[in-house]
């Protein structure tokens, strides 16, 4: 029983940080604000490293993608830092030992 359980609550912290994730993704996508000059160099100089061809220069809309992803490993780990010590405490409040 014990082992559903812990499954059972592991499960349902997982679908509260896709969903809060997802949530402020959408957010951060939609909140308009102008990207700083360094990071717009620096998400430049990074996609040069990665790609292989010499010749490759990023435009706009390779930074955008880059930085679109950016925001939601940002996003999801901002979600991670508020749903996993939410979990263990809600955990430890509704299974005392």
Not at 14 to 37: E, M, T, Y
């Amino acid at each position: 029983m014990r082992r559903i359980t812990v499954l059972e609550w592991w499960l349902a912290s997982f679908v509260v940080w896709f969903l809060l994730g997802h949530l402020l993704a959408g957010l951060f996508l939609h909140i308009s604000w102008d990207v700083p000059l360094w990071l717009q160099h620096g998400t430049e100089w990074v996609l040069r490293k990665v790609e292989p061809d010499p010749h490759y220069y990023p435009d706009a809309y390779d930074i955008e993608g880059a930085l679109s992803l950016l925001l939601f490993i940002i996003a999801y780990l901002f979600a991670t830092v508020i749903v996993v010590p939410a979990s263990v405490i809600a955990w430890r409040c509704t299974h005392p030992h």
